[in-house]
C-alpha cells in the first residue's frame, strides 16, 4: 500500500464548478500535511498547508481529518487556469526530510 | 532568473554512461535536495543535505552519490546509468525558519528529464 494515495482522475469540469480532491495516509503519526500544485511539464510548487481546524485560502479550501487519515481539497468556482495536478503531501515527523508525495491528481478545467 | 536552476534540462545517455545532474541556488537556503518524479509514483527523495558537510540518504539512494560543492550548489550523479533511472529528476531547498508557521517549504528547480536507453 502506498503511503499517501490520492485518485489520479483526470478530473474534467466545467469552469465555475466545484470539485473536491481527497488524500489518505497510511502513518498515523503524520505531523505535517500539504497541498501542492504542478503545472504540465513544470515543477510542483506550494498550494496550501493543511492545519488541523481546516484552513481557507480564496477559492481553495483544506481539511484534515486525522482520526480518518484523510486530508481533502476543496475547490470552488474553478478558473481555467486552475488545471493542473495536484499533489498530497505528508511529512512523518517535524522536518522536511521524510516528505512523502502523492502521485497527484490531474484536474482539468474546460470552458 | 530561477531560484533553483537545473541543468541539463534533458539528457539522453546511453546505458553504463555516467551521469552528472547539477543544481545551483540563489535562495540563501541551507537544504537541498534530490528527487525523481515517475508516472504514477510521485516524488521519492534520492539524497539530501543539510548543510555542506552533511550528506544523507533518502529514500531511492542506490545507484546514486552526491556532492555538495558549496551551500549553492548540489550534484548528483549516476556512476553508471540504467534504463530504470529513466526519469524527471528535480532539486529542491528549503528553509524552515523558527517560526511556529514556517511550512519547510520546498522550492523546486524545473527538472532534469533524463532517458537512459
Known amino acids: 500500500r502506498k503511503e499517501v494515495e490520492q485518485d489520479p482522475g483526470p478530473f474534467n469540469v466545467p469552469e465555475g464548478a466545484t470539485v473536491a480532491f481527497n488524500c489518505t495516509y497510511s502513518n498515523s503519526a503524520s505531523q505535517s500535511f500539504f497541498w501542492y500544485r504542478q503545472d504540465c511539464r513544470k515543477e510542483p510548487k506550494l498550494l496550501m498547508s493543511?492545519?488541523?481546524s481546516g484552513n481557507e485560502d480564496g477559492r481553495f479550501t483544506a481539511q484534515l481529518n486525522r482520526a480518518s487519515q484523510y486530508i481533502s481539497l476543496l475547490i470552488r468556482d474553478s478558473k481555467l487556469s486552475d488545471s493542473a495536478t495536484y499533489l498530497c503531501v505528508v511529512n512523518p515527523r517535524d522536518n522536511n526530510n521524510d516528505m512523502r508525495f502523492g502521485a497527484g491528481t490531474r484536474l482539468t478545467v474546460k470552458p | 532568473d530561477a531560484d533553483v536552476t537545473q541543468t541539463p534540462r534533458n539528457r539522453i545517455t546511453k546505458t553504463g554512461k555516467r551521469i552528472m545532474l547539477e543544481c545551483s541556488q540563489t535562495?540563501?537556503?541551507?537544504?537541498m535536495y534530490w528527487y525523481r518524479q515517475d508516472p504514477g509514483l510521485g516524488l521519492r527523495l534520492i539524497y539530501y543535505?543539510?548543510?555542506?558537510?552533511?550528506?544523507n540518504k533518502g529514500e531511492i539512494s542506490d545507484g546514486y552519490s552526491v556532492s555538495r560543492q558549496a551551500q549553492a550548489k548540489f550534484s548528483l550523479s549516476l556512476e553508471s546509468a540504467i534504463p530504470n533511472q529513466t526519469a524527471l529528476y528535480f532539486c529542491?531547498?528549503?528553509?524552515?525558519?523558527?517560526?511556529?508557521?514556517?511550512?519547510?517549504?520546498?522550492?523546486f528547480g524545473e527538472g532534469s528529464r533524463l532517458t537512459v536507453l
Open positions: 543535505s543539510f548543510d555542506v558537510k552533511d550528506i
Open positions: 493543511v492545519y488541523s
Open positions: 529542491a531547498t528549503s528553509d524552515p525558519g523558527l517560526a511556529e508557521d514556517d511550512t519547510g517549504e520546498l522550492f
Open positions: 535562495k540563501g537556503h541551507d537544504r
